[in-house]
């Protein structure tokens, strides 16, 4: 079955950068798109970034524009969100989704992502 696994959440000072990984095992990485939302405390799972599975098309959040930037490695079955400028309203834990159908495009949908991974902490204190 599909399994993914994030890993680099942690705890950094408002301003700082963190990397987010997701790896994927189960079926061909490489011919799905994947996303990535967050979830804060109280609050709904929301969008934060998608790309495609061609590697060619890529979605963000507005809140996030212009400081995530997400990327993947096929060769390596792992998706990556790079976070600069972290705010302290980024503050969530993050999970990585891949989309149910093969060849799909980018999604802000959740619900048209099949598989969840069980979420890394990132903490941004002020």
């Known amino acids: 079955q599909v399994q993914l696994v994030e890993s680099g959440g942690g705890l950094v000072q408002a301003g700082g950068s963190l990397r987010l990984s997701c790896a994927s095992s189960?079926?061909?990485?490489?011919?799905?798109?994947m996303g990535w939302f967050r979830q804060a405390p109280g609050k709904e799972r929301d969008f934060v970034a998608s790309?495609?599975?061609?590697?060619?098309?890529?979605a963000y959040a507005d809140s996030v524009k212009g400081r995530f930037t997400i990327t993947r490695d096929n060769a390596k079955n792992t998706v990556y969100l790079q976070m600069n400028s972290l705010k302290p309203e980024d503050t969530a834990v993050y999970y990585c989704?891949?989309?149910?159908?093969?060849?799909?495009?980018?999604?802000?949908?959740?619900?048209?992502?099949?598989?969840w991974g069980q979420g890394t902490q990132v903490t941004v204190s002020s």
């Open positions: 989704a891949q989309r149910e159908a093969m060849y799909s495009g980018v999604s802000p949908d959740a619900a048209s992502y099949a598989y």
């Open positions: 189960g079926r061909p990485f490489g011919r799905y798109a």
């Open positions: 790309m495609s599975w061609r590697v060619l098309n890529n």
